[in-house]
């Protein structure tokens, strides 16, 4: 055997030793944020991967604007470091590797719809086609309408059109459908969906916690400053404990539900009782055994309101 051979031999490689590992769209590392002596984020560790559809769910004070700022290269953390995708968020931002969809803002005044998301285009190295921004947005129709004289929900429209008009790899929302009416949130989900469909990552914020049940792969709950949950909808609501018990009550005298086994919550309202329980089997002997007539009964789990006041103390 010659020596080159040898040493062919001697340096081969077995590639199947090796792993693609993806990079993280989201890292937070050891985040802090205070503001004189408030501490708005405590130390914060996260990461969120590619391609993944996560909500940011928690009361207001809950840290969530200011983890989202510090996201976005607005807001400059006390200490630790966030990266998007590996690079700073400043660098992040400049070269449109991430968009975002805030609350707040003006649309340029004098401007139709197309001539502000052509504008933004304008200002990345690699946009999405103008006419794909305006049918994701659902715009279209309003292209030639001054985009200073929309609605609230058409404007909502109009900033997510800006905000995926540099195509964008993660995309970052802050109450997205707020000023929206029911077939409007519909429609813009429907849009966020089609623009994640290509493995691009979703970061939204909301109040409505349906969108993140129906919307979200993954739900992250904050409150003062720290995640107190991480996990799917489903397991979210199941870290809540309990289960609800749901009956038809009529105008029966309801005094005692609140001593019967397990019952930790109680609401009356409107002739219905519903009563918040960590042992459904007690409640419903004892409920029944109590004389109260009970009708149109109902057993489930807690859904994510339950979960999130639990989980958050927000009463």
Request: proline residues 4%.
């Amino acid at each position: 055997m010659s020596s080159r051979t040898q040493d062919r031999r001697h340096y081969a490689v077995d590639l199947r030793e090796f792993s693609v590992i993806p990079m993280n769209a989201i890292t937070f590392a050891g985040v802090s944020k205070s503001y004189d002596t408030v501490r708005a984020v405590e130390t914060l560790d996260l990461e969120i991967g590619s391609g993944q559809a996560v909500a940011l769910l928690g009361p207001n004070g809950a840290g969530k604007s200011t983890s989202i700022g510090m996201l976005l290269g607005l807001v400059r953390p006390s200490g630790g470091t966030v990266s998007v995708f590996g690079d700073t968020p400043d660098a992040a931002v400049r070269t449109g590797k991430i968009g975002a969809m805030l609350q707040d803002g003006e649309l340029v005044a004098g401007l139709t719809v197309r001539e502000v998301v052509e504008f933004v285009r304008r200002l990345y190295p690699e946009p999405l086609p103008l006419d794909e921004v305006l049918s994701l947005a659902n715009l279209t129709s309003l292209a030639k309408r001054r985009a200073d004289r929309l609605s609230g929900g058409q404007a909502q429209r109009v900033r997510f059109a800006l905000a995926i008009a540099g195509a964008p790899q993660l995309l970052v929302l802050d109450e997205p459908t707020s000023a929206m009416d029911v077939e409007s949130r519909r429609s813009f989900w429907a849009s966020m969906r089609a623009y994640a469909a290509g493995g691009r990552t979703i970061l939204f914020a909301t109040h409505y916690l349906e969108e993140a049940d129906e919307n979200a792969d993954r739900v992250i709950v904050m409150a003062r400053g720290r995640i107190v949950a991480d996990g799917t909808a489903e397991e979210i609501k199941a870290s809540a404990g309990g289960r609800t018990v749901r009956f038809t009550v009529g105008d029966q005298p309801t005094a005692g539900l609140e001593a019967l086994p397990g019952v930790t919550g109680i609401e009356v309202r409107g002739g219905s009782a519903q009563l918040l329980t960590t042992d459904p089997d007690a409640t419903v002997q004892a409920l029944y055994a109590s004389g109260i007539q009970v009708r149109d009964l109902e057993v489930k789990g807690a859904d994510l309101e339950e979960a999130f006041l639990s989980l958050t103390g927000d009463n």
